[in-house]
């Protein structure tokens, strides 16, 4: 049977390279892929579903499938991961020095709906105890004049989320209209070097990676889509494709730790990833595709949806992926 020939719209991962460059194919699948901002591809895959298989919102995702008219399904691929808690920012000279301290406070963010944003207010919730109910919420762009969120869910009753018409949360921050930001994207006052804000968690990583060991959570930021028509043609290829990402993203994690020639120029990175992999997970793959190794991961982002009105069904992976990329599959270890 000759290959088929997929589009694929996706950002410039060295974890996905291999699949740009063709040094891995899909089996049974001849691919282009178009690589681009993420925005934009979240955007054009959204409207029009330009590409056959697409980097994806996992929040926006999530809301299509809730819905019931996404013209997508997933396969348990996660091109970006991070954790959120270096994204609370606040006044240098302000009162908040400690999670606790939001209680009551007027917090700023881009998107109610923002896949960022709902793992930190997941936090708050969950880890740190203080209801949405307890914090008032704005929303505005972090940098300029902000993008309103024109989803059709709502925060669940009693949250108070005010849209700004004008101004940037990061001014507001400044001058005192709300007292803490929680963003994706950082301040670019303060990359300027503008010392009147700052992180909650100056030192994130130590935070972060305690956050990891007593919860499990590895956040999810991005997954991967497959346009319906072509899914449904072709169910095979969430199989092929799953198993083309794996390949690519070991070979890309054998490229970070040789040690003969600097792959990424960073010094220590094989010690630091080492440690990351030990700490992380016991086989030593720190970055796990799948359902069953991120199923923590998984239903804790779909409970905050459902907590936090993103969705308003209370989803679950099986709900999420395409049945032909769950367990048991062939997984290449690094």
């Not at 008219?69 to 991070?82: D, G, H």
């Not at 954790?83 to 881009?110: A, H, M, N, Q």
């Not at 969950?126 to 704005?138: R, V």
């Not at 010392?195 to 968690?201: E, F, G, N, P, V």
Request: aromatic share 10%; charged share 25%; with cysteine.
């Amino acid at each position: 049977m000759a290959d088929i020939h997929l589009t694929m719209g996706i950002n410039d991962y060295d974890h996905a390279r291999d699949l740009f460059t063709g040094a891995v194919k899909p089996n049974g699948i001849a691919l282009t892929s178009l690589v681009m901002e993420v925005e934009e591809t979240f955007k054009r895959f959204l409207q029009d579903q330009e590409w056959d298989v697409s980097e994806i919102s996992f929040a926006m995702s999530c809301q299509a499938i809730d819905r019931g008219n996404a013209p997508f399904v997933l396969i348990p691929v996660f091109p970006s991961r991070l954790f959120r808690l270096s994204g609370v920012y606040i006044r240098s000279d302000g009162s908040i020095t400690t999670p606790e301290d939001l209680r009551g406070k007027k917090v700023g963010l881009p998107q109610w709906a923002q896949t960022a944003t709902t793992y930190a207010r997941g936090w708050l919730t969950e880890t740190i105890g203080i209801p949405l109910t307890e914090i008032d919420w704005y929303q505005h762009g972090p940098n300029s004049p902000g993008r309103l969120d024109n989803t059709a869910e709502k925060p669940p009753e009693g949250v108070r989320l005010s849209s700004l018409p004008d101004g940037s949360l990061a001014d507001m921050l400044v001058d005192g209209t709300i007292d803490a930001l929680i963003t994706a994207d950082p301040p670019r006052r303060m990359l300027a070097g503008d010392t009147a804000i700052t992180r909650l968690y100056p030192e994130f990583e130590g935070v972060e990676r305690d956050y990891f060991a007593s919860t499990g959570i590895f956040p999810i930021m991005h997954t991967v889509a497959l346009k319906r028509s072509t899914y449904e043609a072709n169910p095979w290829i969430a199989r092929n494709m799953f198993n083309a990402f794996e390949e690519a993203k070991n070979n890309s994690v054998r490229r970070m730790r040789d040690m003969n020639v600097s792959q990424i120029a960073l010094p220590w990175i094989q010690q630091y990833i080492d440690r990351t992999a030990r700490e992380f997970f016991p086989d030593g793959d720190y970055w796990p595709f799948g359902v069953e190794r991120n199923r923590t991961t998984l239903e804790a982002f779909l409970r905050f949806c459902h907590a936090q009105g993103v969705t308003q069904k209370h989803l679950t992976p099986e709900d999420i992926f395409a049945k032909e990329a769950l367990e048991p599959f062939h997984q290449l270890r690094v």
